[in-house]
Nanobody, 115 residues
Framework: QVQLVESGGGLVQPGGSLRLSCVAS????????MGWYRQAPGKQRELVAT???????NYADSVKGRFTISRDNAENTVYLQMNSLKPEDTAVYYC?????????WGQGTQVTVSS
């Protein structure tokens, strides 16, 4: 059974930083494409960043230069380092795994950027 568990969300002031973590289990992490998505109130879920099993990364234009996705295959973990946070980054952040043709989601972690 595939499980994804996110952590690291919270309340931060504009300009601050947070690091999200997502620990995966029940799969072979080294062959998984991982991603972070977010959903703000009243908006659709959107892609934030992806990390493929081949080592490529991709970012939404709105977070380029501020967010960094990374992964530790030995720890079955993907990270999202978020710097220079803005109020518009406020959302529930979800971890996503694409594995052998199926997609899996974590439960989400709330990130609130406010003074």
């Amino acid at each position: 059974q595939v499980q994804l568990v996110e952590s690291g969300g919270g309340l931060v002031q504009p300009g601050g930083s947070l690091r999200l973590s997502c620990v995966a289990s029940g799969l072979v992490f080294s062959i998984v494409d991982m991603g972070w998505y977010r959903q703000a109130p009243g908006k659709q879920r959107e892609l934030v960043a992806t990390s493929t099993r081949g080592g490529s990364t991709n970012y939404a234009d709105s977070v380029k230069g501020r967010f960094t996705i990374s992964r530790d295959n030995a720890e079955n973990t993907v990270y999202l380092q978020m710097n220079s946070l803005k109020p518009e980054d406020t959302a529930v952040y979800y971890c996503n795994a694409k594995y052998i043709g199926d997609y899996y989601w974590g439960q989400g972690t709330q990130v609130t950027v406010s003074s």
